[in-house]
Nanobody, 125 residues
Framework: QVQLVESGGGLVQAGDSLRLSCAAS????????MGWFRQVPGEEREFVST????????YYAASVKGRFTISRDNAKNTVYLQMNSLKPEDTAVYYC??????????????????WGQGTQVTVSS
């Protein structure tokens, strides 16, 4: 089992930056692809960004490409999401997720086995 705990969310103004962290425990994440998803009340959870176990492959949603950067520090068992130039439409609960190497399929939400509880990001205009 992998336990994931997100942190770093908050209330910011449009144009500001935030860095989300996802601390994993239970197992080393070095063998897991990791990802960030977000959800607005009443809508489905949507893909934001994912990163391969070694960090060499990343995917981004079109809406965040060029503004968000996913990274990982396997030695610290932690994944990050650097969010720059935030927009009000980025407001959501952000979830960290882990996918076993054998199940990971890029940006497919269903391929992720483990999920955190989420951290709220609110961007005011």
């Amino acid at each position: 089992q992998v336990q994931l705990v997100e942190s770093g969310g908050g209330l910011v103004q449009a144009g500001d930056s935030l860095r989300l962290s996802c601390a994993a425990s239970g197992r080393a994440i070095i063998s897991y692809a990791m990802g960030w998803f977000r959800q607005v009340p009443g809508e489905e959870r949507e893909f934001v960004s994912t990163i391969s176990s070694g960090g060499g492959v990343t995917y981004y949603a079109a809406s965040v490409k060029g503004r968000f950067t996913i990274s990982r520090d396997n030695a610290k068992n932690t994944v990050y999401l650097q969010m720059n130039s935030l927009k009000p439409e980025d407001t959501a609960v952000y979830y960290c997720a882990a996918a076993s190497a054998g199940t990971w399929k890029g940006n497919e939400r269903g391929s992720f086995n483990y999920w955190g509880q989420g951290t709220q990001v609110t961007v005011s205009s």
